[in-house]
């Protein structure tokens, strides 16, 4: 599998909420941190990560937008989009809905994603749920 088909299937994993798909596309100690702060270290902890941004935005997909491949390193440009109906941090759920981008950097290393890097408009979002 190329590394741009195991970027997209962390995507399709994210869309579909399949996170037991984790276990096959992830090092065991995967390096996660993302774009609100939150870093995990192992599928276990990415998954509980994962259940908390679901939590709060059950329905958040993925666009992706635009991807970049070079040896080992995959970078991808994001667009997100779902609804606010659970608590994130201190923002109690609003019914608001949300659109916001974000830019992921992917490692690679034996056919299993080890590090992942998340940057996304934390500002446009917590000005989304903010109301």
């Known amino acids: 599998m190329t590394n741009k088909a195991l970027v997209a299937k962390y995507y399709e ?4 909420q399949k996170f037991d798909v984790a276990n096959i596309i992830f090092s065991d100690d ?9 870093e995990t270290v ?7 990560y994962a ?8 329905n958040l997909y993925h666009a992706v937008e635009i991807v970049v491949a070079e040896d080992s390193l995959v970078a991808v440009y994001v667009t997100y989009s779902g609804t606010h109906k659970g608590k994130l941090f201190e923002y109690e759920p609003t019914n608001n809905r949300i659109n916001y981008s974000g830019a992921s950097f992917f490692t ?13 408009d934390r500002y446009s979002l917590y000005s989304q749920i903010n109301s």
Do not use: R, Y
Request: proline fraction near 2%; hydrophobic fraction near 40%; avoid cysteine.
């Open 13 to 16: 994993m994210w869309n579909s």
């Open 30 to 38: 995967i390096h996660f941190h993302g774009s609100i702060g939150i």
């Open 42 to 48: 192992g599928i276990e902890q990415f998954k509980g």
């Open 51 to 58: 259940n908390t941004i679901l939590g709060a935005f059950p």
């Open 108 to 120: 690679i290393k034996d056919g299993k994603i080890t590090d992942i890097k998340v940057l996304g």
